[in-house]
């Protein structure tokens, strides 16, 4: 999936942002890399640049620049990690509410799974094969 096929999916059901926000640089994705120890496939860098254009709740960042406020997806790693019950592999990218979230898993890497994770009872479920299809899945899963 190309950058603009990723922006075909967001601007169908995602308003813009009011604000210029900071899309992910590349030291911002090194880190994140390094300290989730994953490497990230194209549909999800070319998301995660393509969200600074436009809001959508929920979504965790990886700009440690100028972003939507949200917290960052190590950050939210990390709390879940320090909160005892959280699988070192998944990588957290939109909360849901409730310590509920979407994930992937670190040891897939560019072609990992999508996730649901449930905090009610640690559950880990497949969501979707890819996260290609978790995009093209959005405007239901948004609209439903």
Known sequence: MTYDEV????????????????PPSLNDWGEMERKLNCRFGEEFKSF???????VLPGILNVSTGKNNGNDLITFVYDYEINNGHWNVN??????IGNGDYFCI???????????????????????NTSF?????????FLNG
């Open 7 to 22: 922006e075909s999916v967001l601007s169908q059901v995602l308003e813009k942002e009011w604000e210029d926000l900071d």
């Open 48 to 54: 995660f640049i393509l969200i600074s254009k436009y």
């Open 90 to 95: 998944m990588i957290p990218f939109f909360e």
């Open 105 to 127: 898993n670190a040891k897939y890497g560019p072609v990992s799974p999508v996730y649901y994770y449930s905090s009610e009872d640690f559950n880990i479920e497949d969501y």
């Open 132 to 140: 290609e299809e978790w995009i093209n899945d959005l405007p239901q």
